[in-house]
């Protein structure tokens, strides 16, 4: 155990880091686990926080993955959650129920920001293996707490596409190097079927971090 932490520890600390900052601004605002002052801005409470009650409806075997009748004379629910829904942590709106359901977004949102810092934070270890690791967790912070993603808590569907690219970006660039497509493979066909909205701006943006690698070779 001592030996996992030693070698994991800023791991660790590039998960944490992000999510006490955003403990801490949500506190500033009055915001915390089962307070008064919701979470839910926006979109997230006039549109998510209904699709994560009839989710978790669903998974209590309320309702059909497929179909639901809801909404007017009914529609499509698979359709609809590969966009709203389509969020790994999404299952966890199972373990609460509907009158505390704001404590849901705000642990998931919380969690976001974290594996954000994480994933950065391995990707940096990845591609820049001679960067100190205190300027790695600086970097990989800062990245989970830019301006964009704070400012889209309301759309918290759209934080995990920031859990995903950095990994996109490094199985790329495994694949250019070191032929290995698996990374690669995984994370980009994730993100497709999570979010194809950011799905095809991303597929444009691998494309020129394509042509600037092979560039850079001649």
């Known amino acids: 155990m001592k030996l996992f932490f030693k070698t994991y520890w800023t791991c660790f600390v590039s998960f944490i880091i992000p999510v006490i900052i955003m403990i801490g601004v949500y506190l500033s605002q009055g915001i915390y686990w089962n307070s008064d002052t919701s979470p839910l801005l926006g979109d997230g409470f006039h549109q998510y926080v209904i699709f994560d009650v009839a989710l978790r409806n669903i998974l209590h075997e309320n309702g059909s993955l497929f179909y639901t009748f809801t909404s007017g004379l009914g529609l499509n629910f698979y359709a609809l959650s590969s966009y709203?829904?389509?969020s790994f942590l999404s299952p966890?709106?199972?373990?609460?129920?509907?009158?505390?359901?704001p404590d849901a977004v705000y642990l998931t949102t919380l969690l976001k920001f974290g594996l954000?810092?994480?994933?950065?934070?391995f990707?940096?270890?990845?591609?820049?293996?001679?960067?100190?690791?205190?300027?790695?967790?600086?970097?990989?912070?800062?990245?989970?707490l830019m301006s964009f993603t704070v400012s889209q808590l309301e759309i918290k569907t759209w934080l995990d596409v920031f859990i995903l690219i950095?990994?996109?970006?490094t199985g790329l660039q495994l694949l250019i190097t070191e032929?290995?497509?698996?990374?690669?493979?995984?994370?980009?066909?994730?993100?497709?079927?999570?979010?194809?909205y950011f799905g095809y701006m991303t597929a444009l943006f691998l494309i020129f971090w394509y042509l600037c690698q092979i560039s850079w070779d001649f």
């Open 123 to 144: 990707s940096l270890n990845k591609l820049f293996k001679s960067i100190p690791k205190p300027l790695k967790l600086a970097l990989s912070t800062s990245y989970a």
């Open 166 to 169: 950095p990994l996109i970006i």
């Open 116 to 121: 954000i810092g994480l994933s950065t934070y």
């Open 84 to 86: 709203y829904l389509g």
């Open 92 to 101: 966890l709106v199972y373990f609460f129920d509907l009158t505390n359901m």
């Open 179 to 196: 032929k290995k497509f698996l990374l690669y493979f995984t994370s980009l066909s994730i993100l497709f079927i999570q979010n194809y």
